[in-house]
């Protein structure tokens, strides 16, 4: 039941597992999984139980390039030659975020860590380990699917997809 990761007391839940009534407890998570995967329909759903946020580093990267900060010229002129952002760029986006006092009580990492690099680095930066670390594994046919469905509204912005 993919509901039941943020459902209070079914076995297995995540959100089961890092809750107690008698303690303040954060929620350090990671999601991995391609793109349409549901890491983000996952996520929503946990930074609204629990507020905590959703940190995506292609949110970081737009973000940093919108604002025009120190990180974000550096990656934009990456981005623009056609690479990938360098893991030590994206590793001090997270870090800056992370320091963040929304992210004290916990964070969702959606889709990040991507290489070993920054899986290295992010184990490097966090004080105390991850709660969890959730892979979506779907059927390719299924991603397809749901990313040739995926839009967005123009008017409000909000993602729906055209087969659900």
């Known amino acids: 039941?993919?509901?039941?990761?943020t459902c209070r007391g079914l076995p297995g839940s995540v959100a089961a597992s890092l809750r107690s009534e008698n303690r303040q407890t954060t929620m350090r998570i990671v999601?991995?999984?391609?793109?349409?995967?549901g890491k983000g329909t996952?996520?929503?759903?946990?930074v609204q139980l629990h507020g905590i946020p959703q940190i995506s580093t292609g949110d970081l990267l737009r973000a940093h390039v919108k604002d025009g900060t120190?990180?974000?010229?550096?990656a934009k002129l990456v981005m623009d030659a056609g690479r990938l952002v360098d893991?030590?760029?994206i590793l001090e986006m997270v870090r800056e975020r992370l320091a963040m006092a929304d992210a004290r009580q916990g964070f969702i990492l959606d889709g990040f860590p991507r290489t070993i690099a920054q899986a290295d680095g992010l184990a490097a930066l966090l004080s105390a380990p991850l709660d969890a670390v959730v892979l979506f594994n779907v059927d390719p046919a299924v991603l397809v699917r749901r990313l040739s469905g995926r839009r967005t509204c123009q008017d409000c912005g909000r993602v729906f997809n055209v087969h659900s």
Request: net charge positive; proline share 8%.
């Open 31 to 37: 999601f991995l999984g391609a793109p349409g995967s």
């Open 42 to 46: 996952q996520s929503q759903r946990l």
């Open 70 to 74: 120190g990180l974000g010229r550096r």
């Open 1 to 5: 039941m993919p509901a039941g990761l």
């Open 87 to 89: 893991d030590a760029t």
